[in-house]
């Protein structure tokens, strides 16, 4: 059989409060039985309690979860609590969308993607990157039936997380090269509309670096836009190629060093910087982008050390092997990883 199945969301909703109307937004979308709402500790009090209060208005049946660290064991947890019909919302940051993506496939139920802030593409993305010691990257799960973004709440959360989305979504420019090496290299098989809209997605944040600003709702709504159609691109790849190449593996390599990872969008732009010199393309662009977007350049700016920066380039290449990328199957020899760091100023 030859067919491809793509996912997306049936509804998305995007604006200022519409976090009010989520008990009516899942009556009209027939997810009234009973709601299971995953939240962190932060994103409770700024969103999750004012959902509750709306599905509880409309009667809805709701259980909340707060969910404190994000593995394996929590999706386990969480997979526990689902009823064949429930429906399960994730209200906060790309962890908890992660597990409540995660817990939601496992257990066959609906998924709803609430959004507090734009940090990354897996918004809207049918892939949870839910990291155990073995891999440290995305699994497969299902896209959201719907995803309610609330731009107020968005605007108001901290601007590095805001520069942490425009930084994942920038780094799908040295994304498509390593696809596109991997396409001629490999045969490695390549979407052309998956890679444009890919690359249309980063485009959108470099053409726009003047008007991502803090607190401003259409930041916020510009932000989301391009997260979702980063989050299709994915979709329609059936895999995060489109968005996750050698800057990735860059990022998770950091994750698995550090015991206090760095923002996954922050980790990942510089990750952009340093493989974009590799393919000797314009990383200065690269560079003065993400600076005019707020997001790190530099080990200093992410508050790690040279040589963690040299650990994780070195380190890149065993993360997820079957990916072909500029780094080879060997990787980058320390003195390179060390000339390469220096050149683009990301150590001094
Ligand atoms: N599935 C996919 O395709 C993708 C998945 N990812 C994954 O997403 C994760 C990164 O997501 P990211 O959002 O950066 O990290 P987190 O989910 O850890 O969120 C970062 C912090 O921001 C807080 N926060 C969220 N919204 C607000 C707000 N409105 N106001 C104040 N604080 C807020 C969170 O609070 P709280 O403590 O309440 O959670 C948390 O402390 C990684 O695990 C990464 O691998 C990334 C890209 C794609
Ligand atoms: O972060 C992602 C896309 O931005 C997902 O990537 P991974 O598949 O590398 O986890
Ligand atoms: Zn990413």
């Given at each position: 059989?030859?067919?491809?199945?793509?996912?997306?969301?049936?509804?998305?909703?995007?604006?200022p409060?519409?976090i009010?109307?989520?008990g009516?937004?899942?009556?009209?979308?027939?997810?009234d039985?009973?709601?299971?709402?995953?939240?962190?500790?932060?994103?409770?009090?700024?969103?999750?309690?004012?959902?509750?209060?709306?599905?509880e208005?409309?009667?809805?049946?709701?259980?909340?979860?707060?969910?404190?660290?994000?593995?394996?064991?929590s999706?386990?947890?969480?997979?526990?609590?689902?009823?064949?019909?429930?429906?399960?919302?994730?209200?906060?940051?790309?962890?908890?969308?992660?597990?409540?993506?995660?817990?939601?496939?496992?257990?066959?139920?609906?998924?709803?993607?609430?959004?507090?802030?734009?940090s990354?593409?897996?918004?809207?993305?049918?892939?949870?990157?839910?990291?155990?010691?073995?891999?440290?990257?995305?699994?497969?799960?299902?896209?959201?039936?719907?995803?309610?973004?609330?731009s107020?709440?968005?605007?108001?959360?901290?601007?590095?997380?805001?520069?942490?989305?425009?930084?994942?979504?920038?780094?799908?420019?040295?994304?498509?090269?390593?696809?596109?090496?991997?396409?001629?290299?490999?045969?490695?098989?390549?979407?052309?509309?998956?890679?444009?809209?890919?690359?249309?997605?980063?485009?959108?944040?470099?053409?726009?670096?003047?008007?991502?600003?803090?607190?401003?709702?259409?930041?916020?709504?510009?932000?989301?836009?391009?997260?979702?159609?980063?989050?299709?691109?994915?979709?329609i790849?059936?895999?995060?190629?489109?968005?996750?190449?050698?800057?990735?593996?860059?990022?998770?390599?950091?994750d698995?060093?550090?015991?206090?990872?760095?923002?996954?969008?922050?980790q990942?732009?510089?990750?952009?910087?340093?493989?974009?010199?590799?393919?000797?393309?314009?990383?200065?662009?690269i560079?003065?982008?993400?600076?005019?977007?707020?997001?790190?350049?530099?080990?200093?700016?992410?508050?790690?050390?040279?040589?963690?920066?040299?650990?994780?380039?070195?380190m890149?290449h065993?993360?997820?092997?079957?990916?072909?990328?500029?780094?080879g199957?060997n990787?980058?020899?320390?003195d390179?990883?060390?000339?390469?760091?220096?050149?683009?100023?990301?150590?001094?």
């Open positions: 059989m030859n067919t491809r199945k793509i996912q997306m969301p049936r509804e998305v909703y995007i604006g409060d519409v009010y109307e989520t009516e937004i899942c009556k009209d979308l027939h997810l039985n009973k709601v299971l709402v995953l939240t962190g500790p932060n994103t409770y009090d700024i969103a999750a309690k004012h959902v509750i209060e709306s599905l208005d409309k009667d809805i049946e709701v259980d909340v979860k707060i969910v404190e660290k994000v593995s394996y064991d999706v386990d947890e969480v997979s526990e609590m689902i009823a064949p019909n429930t429906t399960v919302l994730g209200v906060g940051g790309g962890k908890v969308i992660d597990v409540a993506k995660l817990a939601s496939f496992d257990k066959n139920v609906f998924f709803v993607s609430m959004p507090t802030t734009a990354h593409d897996g918004i809207v993305s049918p892939l949870a990157s839910i990291k155990n010691p073995k891999t440290a990257t995305s699994a497969k799960a299902h896209a959201p039936i719907a995803v309610i973004a609330d107020k709440i968005i605007a108001n959360s901290p601007f590095r997380l805001l520069s942490a989305g425009c930084a994942d979504l920038i780094s799908n420019f040295t994304a498509i090269k390593d696809w596109q090496l991997a396409h001629r290299l490999k045969n490695e098989p390549y979407s052309e509309s998956a890679a444009s809209l890919s690359i249309m997605s980063a485009k959108m944040i470099t053409d726009n670096v003047d008007s991502i600003k803090p607190g401003l709702e259409e930041s916020a709504r510009l932000v989301v836009k391009t997260l979702f159609s980063s989050g299709m691109a994915i979709s790849a059936g895999s995060s190629r489109p968005a996750s190449g050698s800057e990735h593996t860059f990022s998770h390599a950091l698995k060093i550090l015991d206090k990872p760095c923002l996954h969008g922050e990942c732009g510089v990750g952009t910087i340093l493989m974009m010199y590799l393919y000797g393309g314009d990383w200065k662009f560079r003065n982008s993400l600076k005019a977007v707020g997001a790190p350049t530099s080990a200093k700016e992410l508050g790690i050390s040279d040589e963690n920066v040299i650990d994780a380039l070195t890149a065993t993360i997820r092997p079957e990916r072909y990328t500029i780094l199957d990787g980058i020899s320390e390179a990883a060390y000339e390469l760091a220096l050149k683009t100023g990301v150590i001094k």
